[in-house]
């Protein structure tokens, strides 16, 4: 084995789904072994990280008996309350540990060897600061075709084109109505009625039950063929397999998360975001996916019809500088 298959790589993994996923996509686009540490906060995480620094301050007991040498040759890690703890590691490490943290930091920002934002983010340049066209995220070519042969036959009965729709819902700053959510299931199903298709349709914790009933009775009374995930269901999530197999892909605007990775998948990308919905950063990620047509506004006028893309992977960025931290010489 050479030295470059011995690095240790540790991925800092907290309490967000969103900051994990975007961690792990790295790691595995490095492609190279690594080790999840799962980190636990306490009320102090919510203080500001200049006074966090570079600390294990907001850390809870049990992640710090995980954050033992030896110390990595890389971390990797996403979100605000990861990045003194990533500082931290490289304290310990004597400046060994290469640390690359996804999203800004929010202070120290010198202490980080590489900082992958957002482009429409708009941080700063810094010399350590890479600009990524949207959040990285775990969707590959080979999951999509792994998943394709898992969902294929639960959607056997179902005509093409499919139209999968991918509804999140309110944030703390945006709100979801229904006169939204009747707005978009309508356009869906005249889409798939219009071809005789097909609707995928999946829900989050975020759509609200008054709107998931809202599209659970417009689907039943429509009189086209559908598939309904709801989020609350123990049936095995579809959201993968929507991505594989959907012909076109209707996502709402509110999650940056949902935007990059369907722009990852082969079907053609329509972004719902009408206003109040996306908030004015959400926005900038929009029409940046846009520019580099991986997606399409879906306005009033829109025609619902596949179109090919090309395939999102910031992930990829960001470990190809991962890949030169750790490749380069020591000093």
Same mark, same amino acid.
């Given at each position: 084995?050479?030295?470059?298959?011995?690095?240790?790589?540790?991925?800092?993994?907290?309490?967000?789904?969103?900051?994990?996923?975007?961690?792990?996509?790295?790691?595995?686009?490095?492609?190279?072994? @690594?080790?999840?540490?799962?980190?636990?906060? /306490?009320?102090?995480?919510?203080?500001?990280? &200049?006074?966090?620094?570079?600390?294990?301050?907001?850390?809870?007991?049990? =992640?710090?008996?995980?954050?033992?040498?030896?110390?990595?040759?890389?971390? %990797?890690?996403?979100?605000?309350?990861?990045?003194?703890?990533?500082?931290?590691?490289?304290?310990?490490?004597?400046?060994?540990?290469?640390?690359?943290? %996804?999203?800004?930091?929010?202070?120290?920002?010198?202490?980080?060897?590489?900082?992958?934002?957002?482009?429409?983010? !708009?941080?700063?340049?810094?010399?350590?600061? &890479? !600009?990524?066209?949207?959040?990285?995220?775990?969707?590959?070519?080979?999951?999509?075709?792994?998943?394709?042969?898992?969902?294929?036959?639960?959607?056997?009965?179902?005509?093409?084109?499919? @139209?999968?729709?991918?509804?999140?819902?309110?944030?703390?700053? /945006?709100? @979801? /109505?229904?006169?939204?959510?009747?707005?978009?299931?309508?356009?869906?199903?005249?889409? +798939?009625?219009?071809?005789?298709?097909?609707?995928?349709?999946?829900? =989050?914790?975020?759509?609200?039950?008054?709107?998931?009933?809202?599209?659970?009775?417009?689907?039943?009374? +429509?009189?086209?063929? *559908?598939? &309904?995930?709801?989020?609350?269901?123990?049936?095995?999530?579809?959201?993968?397999?929507?991505?594989?197999?959907?012909?076109?892909?209707?996502?709402?605007?509110?999650?940056?998360?949902?935007?990059?990775?369907?722009?990852?998948?082969?079907?053609?990308? *329509?972004? *719902?975001?009408?206003?109040?919905?996306? =908030?004015?950063?959400?926005?900038?990620?929009?029409?940046?996916? *846009?520019?580099?047509?991986?997606?399409?506004? &879906?306005?009033?006028? /829109?025609?619902?019809?596949? @179109?090919?893309?090309?395939?999102?992977?910031?992930?990829?960025?960001?470990?190809?500088?991962?890949?030169?931290?750790?490749?380069?010489?020591? =000093?």
């Amino acid at each position: 084995m050479s030295e470059q298959d011995t690095h240790l790589i540790w991925v800092l993994a907290d309490d967000r789904a969103g900051n994990i996923n975007q961690a792990i996509g790295v790691a595995e686009a490095l492609g190279k072994p @690594f080790k999840r540490v799962d980190i636990g906060y /306490t009320k102090l995480a919510r203080l500001p990280n &200049l006074i966090r620094g570079a600390s294990l301050i907001g850390v809870d007991d049990a =992640s710090r008996s995980r954050l033992i040498a030896p110390w990595p040759d890389l971390v %990797i890690a996403a979100g605000r309350r990861t990045a003194p703890i990533a500082r931290w590691i490289k304290k310990q490490s004597r400046g060994h540990t290469c640390i690359c943290q %996804i999203m800004r930091p929010d202070s120290g920002e010198s202490d980080f060897d590489l900082i992958a934002v957002p482009a429409h983010d !708009q941080m700063p340049a810094r010399d350590n600061v &890479l !600009q990524i066209p949207g959040a990285p995220h775990r969707v590959t070519e080979t999951r999509l075709l792994i998943e394709a042969d898992n969902w294929r036959a639960h959607f056997k009965g179902l005509p093409g084109p499919k @139209f999968a729709l991918i509804i999140g819902g309110s944030s703390k700053k /945006t709100t @979801f /109505t229904a006169t939204m959510a009747d707005s978009l299931i309508t356009r869906a199903i005249d889409a +798939a009625r219009a071809v005789d298709g097909s609707l995928l349709v999946t829900t =989050s914790r975020r759509t609200g039950r008054e709107n998931e009933e809202l599209i659970a009775k417009r689907l039943a009374d +429509a009189g086209v063929s *559908y598939h &309904l995930h709801d989020w609350m269901s123990d049936a095995e999530n579809p959201y993968f397999g929507y991505l594989a197999l959907a012909d076109v892909l209707i996502v709402t605007g509110d999650s940056v998360s949902m935007c990059c990775e369907a722009a990852a998948a082969p079907g053609g990308v *329509y972004i *719902y975001a009408p206003e109040g919905l996306a =908030s004015t950063r959400h926005r900038r990620l929009h029409q940046a996916l *846009y520019d580099g047509h991986y997606a399409k506004p &879906l306005l009033d006028t /829109t025609e619902l019809v596949p @179109f090919e893309h090309p395939s999102l992977h910031p992930a990829r960025m960001v470990a190809a500088r991962c890949m030169e931290l750790l490749n380069a010489p020591v =000093s």
